[in-house]
Antibody, heavy 119, light 111 residues
Framework: QVQLVESGGGLVKPGGSLRLSCEAS????????MSWIRQAPGKGLEWVSY????????KYADSVKGRFTISRDNAKNSLYLQMNSLRAEDTAVYYC????????????WGQGTLVTVSS | QSVLTQPPSVSGAPGQRVTISCTGS?????????VHWYQHLPGTAPKLLIF???NRPSGVPDRFSGSKSGTSASLAISGLQAEDEADYYC???????????FGTGTKVTVL
């Protein structure tokens, strides 16, 4: 079955870096865009970034632009999010999600990985 | 802050019908971009409920329906059940932001 498994979350100090990974299985990875979406404690969902099938198109929310970089390795069926210059407001559960190339709906989502930015 | 506005909460008794609005603008829903809806239970992965305005993925009960008109969209839940108690989010694309946006979220409570 289609499965997405995130990893790489943890506690990091403000200004630090972290790299999230998402391993995909059960579908043809190269047929889909992939996205990262986050939810801060007590807050709603926030779209973070998406990447096209071949990786040539990458879009970011203004809140992370210039600090986060999305990438994918199609040979490994894996999605990544490199997060630099982390701030307290980046504290959230980060979900990876398979995203439709034409209409942008996301399904399924992974279980999420928690990133905590604190000194 | 989100550009798609939803009511913070709605509630209803079992069996009743509730609707959740998602109000956008001319750069997202009003520009013709499609709306998708998700159900999120705390501690679990969000689940796609409605895609492309009014389509249900397989396995989603037909008690859930979506619609879109002008700069707004709506999710309706008929025959409300206890298991429908969750947070619901709309999503669309915004051309001024050049990215996807989620609604502010609505908590549904079954009385």
């Amino acid at each position: 079955q289609v499965q997405l498994v995130e990893s790489g979350g943890g506690l990091v100090k403000p200004g630090g870096s972290l790299r999230l990974s998402c391993e995909a299985s059960g579908f043809t990875f190269t047929d889909y865009y992939m996205s990262w979406i986050r939810q801060a404690p007590g807050k709603g969902l926030e779209w973070v970034s998406y990447i096209s099938t071949g990786g040539t198109t990458r879009k970011y929310a203004d809140s992370v632009k210039g600090r986060f970089t999305i990438s994918r390795d199609n040979a490994k069926n894996s999605l990544y999010l490199q997060m630099n210059s982390l701030r307290a407001e980046d504290t959230a559960v980060y979900y990876c999600a398979r995203t439709d190339t034409n209409y942008g709906w996301s399904d399924p989502w992974g279980q999420g990985t928690l990133v905590t930015v604190s000194s | 802050q989100s550009v798609l506005t939803q009511p913070p909460s709605v509630s209803g008794a079992p069996g009743q019908r509730v609707t959740i609005s998602c109000t956008g603008s001319s750069s997202n829903i009003g520009a013709g971009y499609d709306v998708h809806w998700y159900q999120h239970l705390p501690g679990t992965a969000p689940k796609l409920l409605i895609f492309i305005n009014n389509n249900r993925p397989s396995g989603v009960p037909d008690r859930f329906s979506g619609s879109k008109s002008g700069t707004s969209a709506s999710l309706a839940i008929s025959g409300l059940q206890a298991e429908d108690e969750a947070d619901y989010y709309c999503q669309s694309y915004d051309s001024s932001l050049s990215g996807y946006v989620f609604g502010t979220g609505t908590k549904v409570t079954v009385l």
